[in-house]
């Protein structure tokens, strides 16, 4: 890497820290898990980790890590926890940076993914709400494993890339241990090996051994935890007819399209010429069609926070197709050497004006959501009543905390995870 390139990459991440913290990332509240969350990390053990067997929760021990490390270093600061996921995301703008260079050969390239992808307003949810680090720390290490991967693939000497190998497992275990979404990791490694890996002859079994371990026990893990999960028990996640419309209206939420019938048809084309340019955009596509596959069973429809890990498949094909435009416009245009630069500083100037006005909206949107959940948080603290060394709270029938939400809500706005709290059965007025 050259200063140019990260001369670059800095210009990026400094953007799209701006448009965050301007939209008021550093000031947002909490919501809904946010609080069980930050409350599972002021109250951490050990043996939480080894809590498998419950049947009736996602087993996600990275998170359970993240909140127990975030909250010993922020302790009651929110802009600390909010700066530090947004500290996460960069980190995954950088990762999409360097494995677009590597793999593709193409500055241009990894330029402008690493700007699609930082820009892109579909997924802000992911960045805003401090229990979306699920998805985000799934996303560092499913990049970082497959960064590690390509990195791998840079030396013959076996002994550097059986350690590149190992780091490339572990993150995938990191991956894989902070959502379930990274099941899909393998698929798009196999898709990443055919497309830019070295020759077939030189096919190696440790990394898929390792792989496969990593997928064994994540399915024995994720089949204990969830077998009485009220998601499946209720069929709010099961495959249909349903997870179509899905797939194409995250593709329409990813460009900021509408979701009609011709924009589905424009999008099975698109996707179809993206698969046929070139190997860097046919990856990226790939890499969005998989990546989808997890999110499109859910009933209840699609969720922005979803949208982040195929966010950087639909980066990356557009890039690709931005820069095949440029090269062939190379070409034809003889004579004219300043063509594709001119080409490559107007896309970066379509996609901040494009994205960059959605992307601060959107944030900006989450962020005000926040102060309903902060105002109805300190009426439902101040209602609290202390009696025989309990905290007494009372359901206020809000529609917008669930019951669930009462107990960690009144530890967090009290600063209190040692005093027990009981719930009154009758509902406050």
Request: with cysteine; net charge positive; charged share 15%.
């Amino acid at each position: 890497m050259t200063t140019r390139h990260w001369t670059g990459l800095a210009a990026i991440l400094a953007l799209t820290a701006a448009v965050y913290l301007a939209a008021g990332l550093a000031g947002a509240y909490l919501a809904a898990d946010d609080f069980q969350w930050l409350g599972g990390g002021h109250t951490f053990t050990w043996a939480r980790l080894l809590y498998v067997t419950g049947g009736d929760r996602f087993y996600r021990p990275a998170a359970d890590l993240w909140f127990a490390g975030t909250t010993s270093v922020c302790g009651f600061s929110l802009p600390c926890h909010h700066l530090l996921l947004l500290a996460v995301h960069l980190a995954n703008v950088a990762l999409v940076f360097v494995l677009a260079s590597w793999l593709s050969g193409r500055l241009g390239t990894a330029w402008l993914a690493a700007l699609l992808f930082a820009l892109n307003p579909a997924y802000t949810q992911a960045v805003v709400w401090l229990s979306a680090i699920t998805g985000v720390l799934c996303a560092f290490g499913y990049l970082g494993s497959l960064t590690a991967i390509a990195w791998s693939w840079q030396t013959s000497d076996e002994g550097p890339r059986r350690r590149r190998e190992f780091v490339a497992v572990v993150l995938f275990g990191l991956a894989a241990f902070s959502h379930e979404s990274a099941i899909t990791l393998p698929v798009v490694a196999f898709a990443m090996w055919w497309l830019f890996g070295p020759p077939r002859g030189s096919v190696r079994w440790h990394l898929p051994v390792g792989l496969g371990a990593v997928v064994a026990v994540f399915a024995a893990a994720t089949l204990l935890a969830n077998r009485r999960n009220a998601l499946f028990a209720t069929s709010g996640y099961r495959v249909g007819l349903h997870t179509i419309d899905h797939a194409l209206d995250y593709v329409a939420s990813l460009y900021v399209g509408p979701s009609s019938p011709a924009a589905h048809v424009f999008i099975v084309v698109a996707l179809a010429a993206l698969l046929w340019i070139n190997r860097t955009t046919r990856f990226g596509a790939l890499w969005l069609m998989i990546t989808m596959v997890p999110y499109l069973p859910f009933t209840t429809g699609n969720t922005s926070r979803y949208a982040y890990l195929p966010a950087i498949g639909f980066s990356w094909a557009v890039a690709g197709a931005i820069v095949a435009g440029a090269e062939r416009l190379r070409r034809v245009s003889r004579g004219l050497s300043w063509a594709p630069a001119a080409t490559y500083a107007i896309a970066c100037a379509f996609v901040i004006a494009r994205f960059g006005p959605f992307a601060y909206e959107s944030v900006r949107g989450h962020v005000r959501s926040f102060e309903d959940w902060r105002i109805r948080s300190e009426k439902l603290a101040a209602a609290v009543e202390i009696h025989d060394g309990t905290l007494q709270v009372s359901d206020p029938g809000d529609p917008l905390i669930d019951s669930m939400y009462l107990e960690p809500i009144v530890q967090w706005q009290r600063r209190d995870y040692t005093t027990p709290v009981k719930r009154s059965h009758q509902t406050a007025k």
